[in-house]
């Protein structure tokens, strides 16, 4: 599990926390304590609790608490993301996923500037497979700081 702090700021994005549906195992990063957390038994008072945040983000500490907490969603779980975007059975959502991913990084390795960025930037299969959601469901490509659109 990826707990850089390059992931970290991959994961301090709009896409990914409104994806988050806090559940029992979740990792998250706690900005104002400099600290990773994992959800244990509680997480659906947690749930809860993020839920009123985002009904809140009108009130100031509301939307600083929000964005307080950073989810780091494991690779599976940004898979499960994909997956979810696609409307077949799931045996043919898991290799149709299979198979772009693998073409998202052949397409990366026939363009060299873009290839060294996959492979240089993206250190983790957690930061890899956030860049290909973030590219197949955002257009959008991580440039070492934060994420942009991608360029047709």
């Known amino acids: ?19 988050w549906q806090p559940e029992s195992g979740d990792v998250f990063y ?16 947690y749930q809860t609790v993020i839920m009123q945040y985002r009904t809140r983000l009108e009130h100031l500490i509301s939307n600083e608490l929000y964005h307080d907490h ?6 599976d779980q940004i898979q499960e993301m994909i997956m979810e975007s696609i409307d077949d059975n799931q ?14 990084i052949r397409h990366h390795h026939h363009k060299p500037e873009v290839f060294d960025c996959a ?26 700081e934060k994420w942009t659109k991608e360029s047709l």
């Not at 599990?1 to 994806?19: A, G, N």
């Not at 045996?91 to 693998?102: D, F, G, N, V």
């Open 30 to 45: 706690r900005k104002q304590h400099n600290e990773i957390k994992y959800l244990g038994q509680d997480a659906k008072d």
């Open 70 to 75: 950073v989810w780091l969603p494991r690779q």
């Open 91 to 104: 045996s043919i959502r898991l290799a149709e996923i299979h198979y772009k991913y693998y073409d998202w």
């Open 119 to 144: 492979f240089t930037i993206y250190l983790s299969f957690e930061q890899l497979w956030l860049g290909f959601y973030m590219s197949k469901m955002h257009n959008k490509i991580w440039d070492g």
């Open 1 to 19: 599990m990826d707990k850089s702090k390059e992931y970290i700021k991959m994961c301090d994005c709009e896409e990914i926390r409104d994806e």
